[in-house]
């Protein structure tokens, strides 16, 4: 790799990497070798050196004989099979005449053939290498550019040494080595086939970065100005150039949004009547730009008739009309939440730090983003599911336009303002799509081309997509249009009663086309490791599939199919070259459509399934982070927010049984569905995370049902008299597996119990932790788990007001916390969950009025913290919040605001809008408050009903800060909020159970009561 200074320009930059790539050679080769290497001191050279000294070599003697020779080489070898038969029935002839003959044959054809390859990669160095050079302009940029050319040159330079060994030898050592196969000239040959092979895909992979450098540089150049682009990259390539608004560069001008994730389709055939529809609908018109409403249409169809695509080149023809565009795949709440995220962060409502708070927060800045902005903007919602996963992301009151595509007619329904029935092609349609996409060579040998055209339109049932894999195996495959037509002459090759287009029933949206047969051809080509490859994609989320996941995953199993990162991305150039995948805006994210993963799915034996399952999981389990008892997962929520979609497709394919074969990849399953649970309870996503919970418990409960050999589940029951379970009574012979499935599922009650502990429900809180201590108890020995479990269970205990109880169970974990330290080498490594337990014991005492002691143990578990965590940690807030809760109920109000300060530092920072920072607010306020300072009390407690305003799933919050800010009002003498008043009274009765109609009858406390202690 070259180490580029900013003054060199494009052209020393490329010479640059090719000196550097000389250089590596000069210590492995001989100095004869080297020596070659002196007649092409730049790439440009290449095929100029080797033009000339095959020139050279073809004017030697035994060449020109053999070129003179050639026609009757070729007539000898027409007849050669029937000659061939002849002489088999007499072998006397064969010794004599025929031998002799076949042999000086074969000698001259492969040496001719072996010429051809040479002029082949000369002739694709030729046409190549002057567009690959002409992409130095995006080095600066793109890394993985320079990187792909340095492999490149790389292969040229052991191309030409090859090719100059050959050169310069004789005609009869080359003939001979050829077509005898001896054992070093069968070694130079296998060496030289895969040069060529690598420099033919280097030069696609080059290619195919240099189209996602450019998609992504136009989507700056809309959002940035073109003088501004270049001013940064001539800023990058010379120390002086520095951009300013001298320099002509804009200033204050309006950026454009530009979020659309895929490469415009350059193939992209008709739908002009169906463009133009669309540009009616959802264009804005100059004269009424101002007063426009809300604009939402829908483009319907089946799977494979072409929706997105339609969705794609409509942004990209238009792209001048609107001043904002994005793109979000909308087939699951937790994938809209984050598509809502990321508009959050291009158009500057959230931090860009990755710290963007909770979900539900910047889904409610980029609502009310669209609601303010006078800017035209264009909103794509992908591939929409249901409507009831949108019904919190519309934004109602806002002047702009939705797209959204979708496969399902029960869509076709209000909130739209207009919808699109996509049809497949005509018949016509389709057969000049076909024409319009493939060679003139493919149309040799068809007396009528329209009509062969027609036939695989016909058989295709005109589904785009199906047309584009017919087009691309043509392509790949090299065949001609007749071939095509006899391999899919008819609809029985397309169709499957399997088939999604047959599972619409509708008269006039019902249609038989199936691509499983073409997707099967395109696979069937596909060597065992590409076909591996494609199969694993089928396991991951469609929509985005980083290649990291494959390429930096150590499992022994998909290193061993797949072989080299080298190998992983040839395979992934195949895959591409057959359309099966396809590349994103992000250069190293990929997609699958949703047939197509259907039909490699479709093709799988049940025990293949399970072999792909397992190693997919083992891939994502992989790739998404760990935690510990204290951890939380902000450090890493971008990672998350990658793995989940890939968390929930392992959720909706599940195939494995509970056998004891699968009982190692159904623990996996179960812990990482619960560790994907704590990732989605941190961002606010609440009743998504109780659907992994769920999922876990079930992968644990199948499992110990089928050790106990019986049909008994685990049942939890919360009755006024208390929880009860029932678990399932285990073999002894399951031993050491039964223990470890029994502590997954103990491990998951206690996480749902956290879950609903979270929102309040303290009845049915305890009822989990309850259950879970009783199975852990099964185990025989106090561990960590154990622990945090009678801890939870006191929080909840103090939530149901259940004081003395609440103290025993976090005494009962600080004791078992101390025994169970004695029994470990290194006590030192579990500060911070000895801190954790003295914190609870803390809260506790705080709760029972013996503050001095409960500062006691405060100031003891923040000490503990601090030898362990960041000074900025979360974990630091809690104790700071702990601190100054109880400073201020001992009336010492400065030290509570400098504790309380601290705490709201670190969460505005780390959580940004987030439930903790609005806790953290409130906390502040009421300090403020206590210190005669209320209308600085009042400000920052409308900052926190602001922040809990965004947040769904925090309604219990928002209640009591609408309380305290109404009582704020009333102290400081304001005209009191009530729409406030009646909002926090209405969310009091939802979450109490409690029907009052006067704000009078319901205190403060009864507000505090809604939330857990800790919370207060």
């Not at 008739?305 to 001043?323: I, N, P």
């Not at 989940?644 to 990849?665: D, F, I, K, M, Y």
């Not at 009646?982 to 009858?1001: M, P, V």
């Amino acid at each position: 790799m070259s180490s580029k200074t900013p003054s060199m320009n494009t052209e020393t930059i490329l010479q640059s990497l090719w000196d550097n790539a000389l250089s590596e050679f000069k210590c492995a080769l001989s100095p004869d070798q080297f020596q070659r290497l002196h007649a092409v001191r730049a790439v440009d050279d290449v095929a100029p050196e080797l033009f000339r000294r095959s020139a050279q070599y073809k004017n030697r003697s035994l060449p020109q004989l053999l070129d003179r020779l050639d026609s009757t080489f070729q007539k000898l070898n027409f007849f050669s099979k029937s000659v061939s038969i002849y002489v088999q029935s007499n072998p006397e002839i064969s010794a004599l005449i025929w031998g002799s003959i076949y042999v000086l044959l074969e000698l001259a054809l492969r040496h001719k053939r072996h010429l051809e390859h040479v002029a082949d990669i000369l002739d694709h160095i030729a046409k190549h290498l002057p567009r690959i050079q002409s992409f130095a302009n995006l080095l600066v940029i793109s890394k993985r550019i320079e990187k792909a050319i340095c492999n490149l040159y790389r292969d040229l330079i052991q191309f030409f040494l090859h090719a100059a060994v050959f050169f310069s030898r004789n005609p009869i050592v080359n003939i001979l080595g050829i077509s005898l196969r001896w054992r070093k000239q069968n070694k130079f040959q296998a060496e030289f086939a895969r040069f060529l092979a690598t420099i033919r895909e280097n030069t696609h992979w080059i290619d195919s970065e240099a189209n996602v450098a450019l998609h992504n540089l136009s989507h700056d150049l809309t959002s940035r100005g073109y003088r501004e682009i270049l001013a940064s990259m001539s800023a990058m390539c010379t120390p002086s150039a520095t951009a300013s608004p001298a320099d002509g560069v804009p200033t204050g001008s309006s950026p454009q949004y530009r979020m659309i994730p895929y490469l415009a389709n350059p193939c992209f055939f008709g739908r002009q009547m169906e463009l133009q529809q669309l540009s009616d609908a959802l264009v804005p018109k100059e004269s009424a730009t101002t007063y426009r409403q809300l604009r939402i249409f829908s483009i319907v169809g089946e799977g494979g008739v072409g929706k997105s695509q339609l969705a794609l080149q409509f942004a990209y023809t238009r792209l001048s009309e609107f001043d904002a565009i994005f793109w979000i795949s909308a087939d699951g709440a937790v994938k809209i939440a984050q598509g809502y995220e990321d508009i959050a962060v291009e158009v500057g409502v959230v931090d860009r730090s990755g710290n963007q708070g909770s979900l539900g927060s910047a889904r409610e800045a980029t609502k009310r983003w669209f609601r303010a902005t006078s800017r035209s903007w264009l909103l794509i919602l992908d591939n929409v599911e249901s409507f009831t996963a949108l019904s919190d992301y519309w934004p109602t009151g806002a002047r702009g336009s939705i797209l959204t595509t979708t496969r399902s007619q029960n869509l076709i329904q209000p909130p739209l303002s207009a919808f699109l029935h996509l049809r497949c092609f005509s018949l016509q349609e389709g057969a000049d799509f076909i024409l319009s996409n493939i060679p003139p060579e493919s149309l040799h040998g068809s007396p009528d081309a329209s009509e062969d055209a027609a036939t695989l339109s016909a058989a295709c049932g005109g589904l785009p997509l199906a047309l584009a894999q017919v087009v691309r195996h043509i392509l790949t495959l090299h065949l001609s249009l007749v071939d095509a037509r006899c391999r899919f002459s008819s609809p029985e090759s397309f169709v499957s009663i399997q088939s999604e287009s047959n599972r619409l029933v509708q008269a006039d949206y019902y249609h038989q086309a199936e691509v499983a047969s073409c997707w099967d051809a395109a696979i069937q080509s596909l060597d065992p490791p590409c076909l591996s490859l494609a199969q694993v994609f089928a396991y991951f989320d469609p929509d985005s599939i980083p290649e990291d996941l494959v390429i930096l995953s150590k499992h022994d199993k998909l290193r061993g199919i797949f072989g080299t990162v080298t190998e992983i991305r040839s395979g992934f150039l195949t895959l591409l070259e057959h359309s099966l995948i396809s590349k994103a805006g992000r250069s190293n994210t990929y997609s699958m459509h949703r047939l197509i993963q259907a039909t490699i799915l479709q093709r799988l034996s049940h025990s293949k399934k399970e072999d792909l399952f397992k190693l997919v999981l083992d891939c994502v389990d992989e790739f998404f982070p760990k935690y510990g008892y204290n951890d939380r997962l902000m450090h890493a929520w971008k990672q998350c927010g990658e793995a989940l979609p890939h968390v929930q497709r392992l959720l909706q394919l599940c195939p494995l049984p509970p056998t004891t074969e699968n009982t190692e990849a159904q623990l996996t399953l179960g812990q990482l569905f619960e560790r994907a649970s704590w990732y989605l309870q941190e961002r606010g996503a609440l009743p998504e995370a109780q659907v992994l919970l769920q999922a876990a418990i079930n992968v644990a409960q199948r499992a110990l049902q089928m050790f106990s050999g019986g049909d008994e589940r685990y049942t939890t029951t919360t009755t006024t008299a208390g929880p009860t379970t029932s678990t399932p009574t285990l073999s002894l012979e399951h031993g050491e597996q039964a223990e470890r499935f029994q502590s997954l599922l103990s491990d998951t009650v206690n996480s749902l119990g956290a879950l609903h502990l979270k929102q309040g429900h303290f009845d049915c809180a305890l009822g989990h932790f309850l259950d879970a201590i009783k199975l852990r108890e099964k185990a025989g020995r106090p561990d960590l788990e154990m622990i945090y479990i009678l801890k939870n269970a006191g929080f909840a205990y103090l939530g149901l007001s259940r004081v003395e109880e609440a103290y025993r169970a976090i005494l009962d974990s600080l004791n078992m916390m101390e025994k169970w330290l004695e029994t470990v080498q290194n006590p030192e490594d579990y500060r911070d969950n000895l801190a954790s337990s003295i914190g609870a014991l803390s809260l506790v005492l705080t709760v029972m009025g013996s503050l001095d002691e409960a500062w006691e143990a405060a100031i003891k578990s923040t000490e503990l913290c601090q030898q362990v965590h960041d000074p900025e940690s979360v974990v630091l807030s809690n104790c700071y919040t702990a601190l100054g809760r109880i400073r201020r109920l001992q009336n010492r109000l400065d030290d509570a605001e400098s504790y309380c300060l601290k705490a709201l530092d670190i969460r505005e920072k780390l959580y940004g809008q987030h439930e903790a920072t609005a806790l953290a607010l409130h906390n502040y306020a009421r300090i403020l408050k206590m210190k005669g300072l209320t209308e600085n009390a009042i400000n920052f407690q409308e900052q926190s009903v602001a922040i809990l305003r965004g947040l769904p799933n925090s309604e219990r919050a928002l209640a009591r800060a609408m309380h305290y800010y109404v009582v704020y009002q009333q102290n400081r003498g304001r005209p009191v909020d009530e729409e406030a008043e009646k909002e926090s009274l209405r969310l009091y009765q939802k979450h109490a159970g409690i029907n009052t109609k006067d704000q009078k009858d319901v205190t403060t406390r009864d507000f505090d009561n809604l939330l857990p202690h800790n919370c207060r």
